[in-house]
């Protein structure tokens, strides 16, 4: 899946390299050079809201880079760890991302029997992810 950032100017996707999914981003829509983005691997990405930074998936994983230009060239931090957990892994739609609202949606696996009458939200989850993880 590819993903276009914000001021429509970047697209970001996944693309095997050396049997690994990793994830590149590329000036849209004439780029003629990828820069990758992930280390060690990386599907599904999605730009938050102001294009500072590119979520993506690894394994039971959700990772963070933050992204900025520099003279023309695209520039990615190395990608933190949000948090991980059992979440559905499903074709696209595992997680969902709303840039407008800053929310995130994960189904968590669990014993696969879903409850049509409960569910769980959890608000302002960035403020929880800021409290558990350190920049590097």
């Not at 049997?19 to 050079?33: A, H, K, N, Q, T």
């Not at 060690?40 to 998936?57: A, E, K, Q």
């Not at 892994?89 to 409850?115: A, C, F």
Request: glycine content about 8%; overall charge negative.
């Amino acid at each position: 899946t590819a993903a276009v950032s914000p001021d429509s100017r970047w697209i970001a996707f996944a693309r095997d390299l050396a049997g690994r999914s990793e994830i590149l981003v590329r000036r849209f829509p004439d780029g003629d050079r990828d820069y990758r983005v992930s280390v060690d691997g990386g599907l599904t990405p999605v730009w938050s809201r102001d294009g500072r930074d590119l979520f993506f998936r690894r394994a039971d994983a959700v990772l963070a880079a933050r992204v900025r230009v520099e003279g023309g060239d695209l520039v990615a931090e190395r990608p933190r760890e949000l948090f991980r957990g059992a979440y559905v892994l499903q074709d696209r739609h595992e997680w969902s991302y709303d840039p407008t609202t800053d929310e995130l949606i994960m189904i968590v696996e669990g014993d696969r029997e879903i409850s049509r009458d409960r569910f769980v939200v959890v608000s302002d989850w960035r403020a929880g992810v800021a409290e558990t993880t350190t920049e590097p």
